[in-house]
């Protein structure tokens, strides 16, 4: 039985238009210097009317099927890892599965927050692990900044838009998920939520319209620890150590939080990716895109073990080791040539 789920392909998605920190001094009694000194961010992108979290999932979805060489009609599940779907229902998943003629496909969204992709990554092995499916794509994709609150400076500088999205297939050598290792600590919804219309009416967003709630420091306060315990604790279960680890993948919620975590684990940050800088936080999209722009950078290698960590809303937290590598028995190509040779979905692909 084929009991491994290896990465196949992978595509990402963000839109064309890029919100620089100078934009968000019209709007926000904030400034540049401010949010790159205490956040690492120095622009994000924004959906276009035309955009949707479905219609950037859709697009990362199509370059990650491209590249592992499969069609939609071989594809057994779909989970789109979202907090900012187009509907409560249909979800995104069936939209995707629908846009992409995914006939075959079980679809679901999937919503841990920034948390999202680890838990629908993990959910999705499981699947091909069992032997009950044997193509699968996972999605992070996210039209964050359409629940912002644009006069909040403490939120609207942190977020942005974008998706990736993994293929995975089965095989029958060890690649794949080494390990997963997913939490959970309902007590700190407090901290950081998005109210929606179905909640008690006294708990409706003003004006009924969801926008979400932040105290920054205390989610702050339990994102370092939580990384660092996660990844240690991620690696000990794949039987590694630190040494073996090859690149480290965090959430890119804010460089502080990434620069901590790096500290704490006594690593080189050139073994860190950070995209910050250029994306914000993209929230359930941010490790997917990551990981593309590491394997477009000629960063990831056959062979390598790499850790992708995570927390959000909830609280929830997540972190995995994952062996790069793609058997004969199921690769169409070098998956490093296939990185190194295509675009990414830069600048919005349609
Ligand atoms: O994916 C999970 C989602 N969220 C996170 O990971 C967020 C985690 N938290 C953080 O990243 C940080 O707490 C923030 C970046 C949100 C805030 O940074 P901080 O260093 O914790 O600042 P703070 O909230 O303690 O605020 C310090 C000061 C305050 O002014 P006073 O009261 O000292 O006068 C804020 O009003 O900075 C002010 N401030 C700003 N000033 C300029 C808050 N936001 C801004 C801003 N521009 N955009």
Redesign the pocket.
Known sequence: MNNHACVTGWGMYVPERVLTNQELEKL????DS??IE??GIRERRVVADHETASTMATEAARQALDRAGLEAKDIDLIIVATVSPDNYYPSCGCQVQDTLGAKRAAAFDLGA??SGFLYALSTATQFIKTGAYRNAVVIGAEAFTRTLNWED??TC??FGDGAGALVLQACQEPFGLRSFLLGADGSGGKF?YLRNLCARPGDWPENNRPQMY?D??E??KF?VGSMVNTAREAIKMAGLSLSDIDLIIP?Q??Y??ISSMTRFLKIPEDRVVINIDRYG?T?SASIPVALCEAIRDGRVKDGDNLVLVS???GFTWAGLVLKWGVPAEVGKRSLSQAGASRGDGQGGVK
């Open positions: 926000v009694d904030t400034s401010w949010i205490r956040t927050g920034c400076r403490g500088v942190l950081l932040m920054g420091p989610v702050f994102a959430h919620a804010n502080r939080i936080n929230v927390f959000g809303t």
